[in-house]
């Protein structure tokens, strides 16, 4: 059974930082695709970050240079570490796997989230 648990949201004025984790069990990091997800308040979904099976790393153009996601396979966590973070910024993050060979942006496990609120 698939289980992602997202941790490290809170609460954090502009510039500060954050690291988020995400927990997995049921999969093994080092050979799914991992991925960060938010969604703000009255917006859709949106894909943050991406690592591949193979390490290559996507991000969305609104947090290059920011954001890095990173991986420990041994802890079989994921994490996301969130720098000069702006109000914009603000909004459940979610942690997604799949295990498709393919890391093409479809994600097949979620996990529950975690609130990050940046003020200004």
Known sequence: QVRLVESGGGS???????TLSC????????????????QAP???RE???RMSRFTTTTYADSVKGRF?????NAKSTLYLRMNSLKPE????????????????GEFAYWGQGTQVTVSS
């Open 12 to 18: 954090v004025q502009a510039g500060g930082s954050l």
């Open 23 to 38: 927990a997995a069990s049921g999969v093994t990091v080092n050979s799914y695709c991992m991925g960060w997800f938010r």
């Open 42 to 44: 009255g917006k859709g």
């Open 47 to 49: 894909e943050v970050a």
């Open 68 to 72: 890095t996601i990173s991986k420990d």
């Open 89 to 104: 910024d603000t909004g459940m993050y979610y942690c997604a796997a799949d295990g498709r060979y393919w890391c093409n």
